[in-house]
């Protein structure tokens, strides 16, 4: 089974530009879960699709936002880039049962000069 | 407020040594725990923890949680450079499927 894709694996932009970041999850995997990872904060929980509806946010502002297609794919968009926005964004994959684990994704880099 | 919090920070061991990894929680309506092992690149799945008291064991590495007391232990006997990673901790909360993650536990394996 193909693992996770995360496109693109690098992006560099600018302040006030937007992003929009595309995740694939494991075949037969309803669920995706985005989090931002930076050294300061550790892994941080952006919200969590499941079935073309968002069942989970975390503490993000409104410029980050997502959604997820019928056939699970998921894009997450962020619009006016802050230099803080500057991060791993990996996604992960799962039954969307909450005994089940989730599968990570390599990851997006995105750089905000 | 819910907090995931690991220790050590970090850790540099020699390559043979037995090391153990915290992870205390403070959350509500808790379902289950996950470690995880990042190396640079994407966190993969080690040991999903739901009952108090069982230890989980794949080779070296054994973990187990404890619900009374709020914490759980992640285990790697005999390490290998092949070991050095961060170790992330996940709780799952009960109600939704939101997984909250700790700071992460760098460990660094030398020969």
């Known amino acids: 089974k193909a693992g996770v894709t995360q496109t693109p694996r690098y992006l560099i932009k600018t302040r006030g530009q937007q992003v929009t970041l595309s995740c694939s999850p494991i075949?037969?995997?309803?669920?995706v879960s985005w989090y931002q990872q930076t050294p300061g904060q550790g892994l941080q929980f952006l919200f969590e699709?499941?079935?073309?509806?968002?069942?989970n946010k975390g503490n993000f502002p409104g410029r980050f936002s997502g959604r997820q297609f019928s056939n699970s794919r998921s894009e997450m968009n962020v619009s006016t880039l802050e230099l803080g926005d500057s991060a791993l964004y990996l996604c992960?994959?799962?039954?969307?049962?909450?005994?089940?684990?989730?599968?990570f994704g390599p990851g997006t880099r995105l750089t905000v000069l | 407020e819910d907090k995931v919090v690991q220790s050590p920070l970090s850790l540099v061991v020699h390559e043979g040594d037995t090391v153990t990894l915290n992870c205390s929680y403070e959350?509500?309506?808790?379902?289950?725990l996950l470690w995880y092992k990042q190396e640079k690149k994407a966190p993969t799945f080690l040991f999903m923890l739901?009952?108090?008291?069982i230890e989980k064991k794949s080779g070296r590495l054994s973990s187990i949680l404890d619900k009374k007391e709020l914490f759980s232990i992640l285990n790697i006997t005999a390490t290998q450079t092949g070991d050095s990673a961060v170790y992330l901790c996940?709780?799952?909360?009960?109600?939704?499927?939101?997984?909250?993650f700790g700071t992460g536990t760098s460990l660094t394996v030398i020969p």
């Open positions: 992960a994959s799962g039954l969307g049962n909450r005994y089940n684990e989730q599968f």
């Open positions: 075949s037969g995997h309803r669920s």
């Open positions: 699709y499941f079935s073309e509806t968002q069942r």
């Open positions: 959350v509500t309506n808790f379902r289950s």
């Open positions: 739901t009952s108090s008291g």
């Open positions: 996940a709780v799952v909360f009960r109600t939704g499927n939101q997984f909250y």
